[in-house]
């Protein structure tokens, strides 16, 4: 025997409980967006080139070429 229909006695399958927590959901999640950090994107910089070394050579003792040297050490 199949169930009625629940709107066949004029009342809605909506209920105050689940009106209630949809609602208390849709302000959490609102409360949550106010709430997070904006997020503000900017084109990173470009380097400034470094000038042509005047006597030839374009070697340069950097902070990553010292780190290499002190893996090489034994």
Do not use: N, W
Request: positive net charge.
């Amino acid at each position: 025997m199949p169930k009625p229909h629940p709107e066949a006695d004029g009342r809605s399958r909506l209920s105050r409980r689940t009106l209630f927590a949809g609602a208390g959901t849709v302000g959490a999640l609102g409360a949550a967006a106010a709430l997070m950090p904006q997020v503000v994107s900017q084109a990173p910089s470009p380097a400034a080139p470094r000038p042509a070394p005047e006597k030839g050579g374009g070697y340069a003792l950097t902070e990553r070429v010292k780190q290499y040297y002190k893996t090489t050490l034994i």
